[in-house]
């Protein structure tokens, strides 16, 4: 019984730690959690808080709190510290690959069925970490997440507003943290390795210790009716006691030939005759490339044959085949849309100024090595 008065005990202290600090949806939880583990010793309590819980008002709710704090200043500028997209707009779907995309679904299926969760003894992940080199989708990836929970989308851009932070001894940071914590909107850090990049910088290196202190208890605190979300490109950058604390670590990869293939598909889809070989060949084109470079540079040439008067064919064989390009690159490229079978070896040589002969013999070695 001395258990049973302890447990409850920590349980009563808990539940008015949350609720003094207004956290409505984690007091929620908590009670579906305790009403739960309650049943078969206590169940008259166990029925008295399901009742509870089912009458109580909802995320969807009319009678659910607006946040009415305005967002954070930076003292001296007046600033906004934190870009809030109330309705985040995401037009398509981001092209993932399939552990990012699954790792994405999981984190979205958590929260569309809370009661699987809550029925293991579970709370949906609370904290992210997305690392990737730059225009893979990090920042895209949070704006898709909280689109598709209908939350707003908090952005700390750390690398805009570390000057802000520091000599406040934390204090703002945490200032921000409870803004966004109180909205209950998803919360991304973004440019996170700016804390870390400044540490060599002596005279910062007490204040920034200070920030990574309060950043590590907030990550430890952040109430799971939140998401935390934190972007980075430099992850090796970051302090181990950060990275450790965040719940799922999802490293985002440059294109495969698929992904690119597919986001030029988009890109030249209802605009080309034969849109879907122009976009196996920009796909042959850009290995290495990130999503954003291969989108921007489709985007020019849309614009460059928009204006010229051009057709967007030449803008695009302008773009596959660059005029400072080595000619062993050129021969590269052309010996891959060989491979691909997409155009016929004289139109891959006129696109690439790459002779006949040197295709025809790199064919014969293709088809007496296999
Ligand atoms: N996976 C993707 N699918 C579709 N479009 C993408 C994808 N990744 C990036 N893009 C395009 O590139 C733009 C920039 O992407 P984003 O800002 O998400 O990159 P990031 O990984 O956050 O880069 P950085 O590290 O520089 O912040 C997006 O707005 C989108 O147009
Ligand atoms: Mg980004």
Redesign the pocket.
Known sequence: MADEDDLLDSDYAKLARLALSGRVQDSQSFLQRAASRYRERRPGLAQALKELIREAPTRASPLRRQTTVPVPVDTDSRLQLLKVETVPT?T?????EAT?QHALDLLLQERSEPQRLLDAGLEPTRTAL?T????????????WIAKRLGRPLLILDLSAVMSSFLGRTGGNLRYVLDYAKQSEGVLLL??LDAIAKRRDDATEVGELKRLVTVLIQELDDWPSSGLLLA???HASLLDPAIWRRFEVLLP?EL?TEC?RR??AR?ALDGRLADAETWAAAVAARFDGR????I??DLLRARRDAAVSGRSLEDALCELLVAADMPHRARIQLAERLADSGLWSQRRISELTGVARDTLRAHARRRSSAS
Do not use: H, I, Q
Not at 92 to 96: D, H, I, R, S, V
Not at 290 to 293: A, Y
């Open positions: 995401v398509e779907a981001p092209l993932y990012v997305f990737g080199p730059p225009g893979v989708g990090k920042t895209l990836a949070a704006r973004d440019e972007a980075t490109n985002f294109p992904g597919a986001l988009r990130s999503f954003s470079e989108e921007r």
